[in-house]
Nanobody, 127 residues
Framework: QVQLVESGGGLAQAGASLRLSCVAS????????MGWFRQAPGKQRELVAT???????NYADSVKGRFTISRDNAKKTVFLQMNSLKPEDTAVYYC?????????????????????WGQGTQVTVSS
C-alpha cells in the first residue's frame, strides 16, 4: 500500500527554524498535489502550504514569507522549511498527498478523494 511518513518535528524557540520532511512509500507511479496542514489543540486542521507536481505553491497568509514548501519528485518527498517560528506555529503538522497513483497486485490504483495523510509530527515553539 501507500503511506506517508513525516519527520523533523520537535521543540524550538521562537525565531528558530525547523525543517519537516515527508516521504511517500509504496509502488508509486505519480503524486499530484502535496501539502502540509497543521492542527493546534482545540482548533480545526488548517492548510499551511501546498505544492503541485509542477512546482506551483500556495501558502496560508500566516506563514507567507516564513515557510517554504518544496518537493523532490524523484524521491517522492515533500519538505517544509519553517523559519522565524512563532509560538502560534505550535501544532501537529500533517503531510497530505492529494492523489496517488500506484500499483498493487499488478493493478493500477488511485487513492480516494482527499488523498492520504501521514501520522503527524509535533512542532512546539516556546516563547
Amino acid at each position: 500500500q501507500v503511506q506517508l511518513v513525516e519527520s523533523g518535528g520537535g521543540l524550538a524557540q521562537a525565531g528558530a527554524s525547523l525543517r519537516l520532511s515527508c516521504v511517500a512509500s509504496g509502488n508509486i507511479l505519480a503524486i499530484t498535489d502535496m501539502g502540509w496542514f497543521r492542527q493546534a489543540p482545540g482548533k480545526q486542521r488548517e492548510l499551511v502550504a501546498t505544492i503541485a507536481n509542477g512546482g506551483n505553491t500556495n501558502y496560508a497568509d500566516s506563514v507567507k514569507g516564513r515557510f517554504t514548501i518544496s518537493r523532490d519528485n524523484a524521491k517522492k518527498t515533500v519538505f517544509l522549511q519553517m523559519n522565524s517560528l512563532k509560538p502560534e506555529d505550535t501544532a501537529v503538522y500533517y503531510c497530505n498527498a492529494e492523489s496517488v497513483t500506484y500499483v498493487s497486485g499488478g493493478t493500477y490504483l488511485r487513492t480516494p478523494k482527499g488523498g492520504i495523510w501521514g501520522q503527524g509530527t509535533q512542532v512546539t515553539v516556546s516563547s
